[in-house]
């Protein structure tokens, strides 16, 4: 957006006081000199000191408490022109080592042209008493950078890029920052920025970069492969991305080919063309699923073939608890006892913890050391309850490397998990990056035992693991089918058999767990859904309406999506009172009280559990907000003890959780779940979507719909596509 173009109001003065800064988002609240007046302007404006001069462009607010404000949108920064002013500036703090007496000294000396001697010609500080020729070269350096960054913050400034982007952008360039983004704006969109190809359209736009720059499609390529790989593919075929590079970008099939070259040069992206279809990789996770192939085919090779029989430890272990373990349940003792990998699957009432619980009493009995992860805190918990191991997500087994970013693990190759049998619990989580990173820091001789439901739905990241691993063939495995006497009691475990096999459930038993409510008007859903949460559940089953209770939908969009649904439970499950503060971001309402979730890993969030200290809130957890600051924008999260600060910028990565999607709730297990159907929403009407849903509720379910959107989406058994080559790179080790 143009100054010249907006419409928002505009005010100059000088920055008096900053009253509040959060170094993370760069929200600041400060006090301004305008015209003789004292005003109070808040936004993401990044370090800004006293004695600078500001023209702001936003509009005024009226707070509550604290008045009338000015809440900004864009602004630009100068220094001070007056030598008062600038003296002022300089002894904020600003540079290291220069406080309010010697920023006095040195304004004294050289006036008005100190700004120029410090930019230009910092050796004459040296003329200062005090100051070494050495020292005043390190604070013309440091000088230069915030002149520089400034100047950065305020040419970037009228296009309304969050401070972030610049702030990344700035550590890759520096002070070559301006000049390389005017030469290819496209720049920001590259590895360490991200910066979302469309808003770099709208910058090369406002500079008249020509519509065929190669540095364009480019980016375009690699925002598309992107956004492949949000949807869940870890590649694309060839003549797809073909079609929709220039479709999308208005480009020829030539003009494509060069730029493809030419990231292909770069090693940003990889043509793989070894198996059926040519297919284009981002670099990473071509790597990724290359080391996944070539980690599990070595380890599978260490099975030396020999089938040793533990029937009567087995026996032994039955007799011991009481119970009597299945055919195949005995089959699968025996794979993860026999092999270096192994993948122990099948669905809800089959037995996987029963016969995962042998197979720990096995390795126990040996004095072999165990190590049981899941995806998630959720996950982790659950599966620890279950088994009565101790478990752990596998982001904190793999111990997150906080100074080195993003899935960086300081577990790998060079320093190793030490165990001698490692369990992956709620496996078709677990996408093709994680992954990767799990198994560099598996020694090859370590057992490897993978569990899950490849029934469900994969990974919210890419990839498709369980999955490919079981239809490679290669990696042993057993699928539990028969469902026990114990669960086939439960209409909830049967029902989810019937959808899963293609057979409609059944509707009309109300004397169980499972219960269908019709209603073919969303509006009545939606009143249903509100009503059951908030009265009638809590009445006739004693259930804690946020702790209990998961609303799951199938989308986010739509009267009965996330969005609107979490608007509606909000209000009446945690309505406003003058007893709950909360604060207004981005229009939502964040109140004291309400269910949250952490829509993205985020290693850097800090938290406290009594005096344990440490870092990184993860995707899909789930808290409560203790309680909201409304001076400073932020609010803190209690994530089942661990208590963390969230300000405005954090914010963008939580979202409501009194209702969320079905792929969100992977992993997790409920006291009680509803389901509301929407009428229309054909792409997500399928079969494993809808097993997924009710495999998440423990004591009570509640579908809320038609007959017929039920066997819409019973009969639909389009699996989940996502494009991999796991698989086949699985097959071609063996083969």
Partial sequence: MRL?????????????????????????????????????????????????????YGEYTLNAKYGRQFKVEIFERSLPTDVNGFRKYLGSGVIRGVGPSMAKKIV???????????????????????????????????????????????????????????SSAWKLYGGELIKAVSDNPYCLCDSGIELPFPDAERIARDMDCPFDNEYRIAAGILWILRMYANEGNTCIRETALCNEVTQTLFISEKQYNSAL???????????????TERRIYLYEYYQAEC????????????????????????????????????KLQKEA??????????????????????????????????????????PTGRAAKRVSELTGASAQTIHRLLEVDFSSGENCF??????????????????????????????????????????????????VGAGNILRDLIDSKRVPAVELYEVFRQAAQSLIVTNAHRIINGVYPELNDRKNDFFFMRSESEEKTLRLVVELCGKRLPKSYGYDPVDDIQVLCLSKLGALGTINLNKELQLALNPPSKDKRE?????????????????????????????????????????????????????????DGRKAVYDEEMLKKAEHAYAVTVHKSQGSEYPCVIIPLPNRMDKLSYRNLLYTAVTRARKTLIIIGTESKICEMVDNNRRTERTTCLKEMIEDYFD
Avoid at 336 to 351: A, D, E, Q, R, S
């Fill in 410 to 459: 300081k577990r790998n190759e060079e320093n190793p998990i030490s165990c001698d049998v490692l369990i992956i619990d709620e496996m078709s989580m677990v996408d093709t990056q994680l992954f990767a990173s799990l198994l560099k820091a598996v020694k090859s001789k370590t057992r490897l035992i993978m569990v899950g439901d490849s029934n469900q739905l994969p990974s």
């Fill in 108 to 166: 004294e000396v050289f006036g008005e042209k100190t700004a120029e001697i410090l930019e230009n010609d910092p050796r004459q500080l040296s003329d200062i008493k005090g100051i070494t020729p050495e020292r005043a070269l390190l604070i013309g350096q440091e000088f230069q950078n915030i002149t520089g960054l400034r100047k950065a913050m305020t040419f970037f400034s009228k296009y309304g890029l969050p401070n972030s982007y610049i």
């Fill in 261 to 275: 070259e030419y990231l292909k040069e770069r090693c940003d992206i990889v043509d793989c063309d070894k198996f």
């Fill in 333 to 374: 003792i025996n794979g993860c006892m026999n092999n270096h990998v192994f993948i122990l699957t099948g669905g809800p009432g089959t037995g996987k913890t029963t016969t995962l619980n042998a197979v720990i009493e096995l390795c126990r009995q040996r004095k072999l050391k165990i190590r049981l992860t899941a």
């Fill in 583 to 639: 604060i207004n971001y981005m229009n939502r309402l964040f109140r004291d009280g309400d269910k949250i979730m952490q829509t993205k890993n985020d290693y850097d969030i800090e938290w406290r559990r009594g005096n344990e200290k440490s870092h990184g809130i993860f995707n899909g957890d789930i808290g409560r907000i203790y309680e909201t600051d409304k001076v400073n924008s932020r609010c803190t999260i209690d994530f």
């Fill in 4 to 56: 010249t173009e907006t419409n928002l109001q505009c005010i100059t003065g000088g920055v008096e006081d900053v009253v509040y800064y959060n170094e993370e988002s760069g929200y600041i609240v400060l006090d301004m000199d305008v015209g003789g007046a004292l005003l109070t302007a808040v936004g993401n404006m990044g370090d800004v000191r006293e004695g600078e001069q500001l023209t702001l």
């Fill in 291 to 326: 080391y996944i192939a070539d980690k599990l085919a070595e380890m599978i090779k260490r099975s030396d073939g020999k089938e040793n029989d533990f029937s009567e430890e087995i026996e032994g272990i039955a007799w011991t608890n009481g119970i009597e373990y299945a």
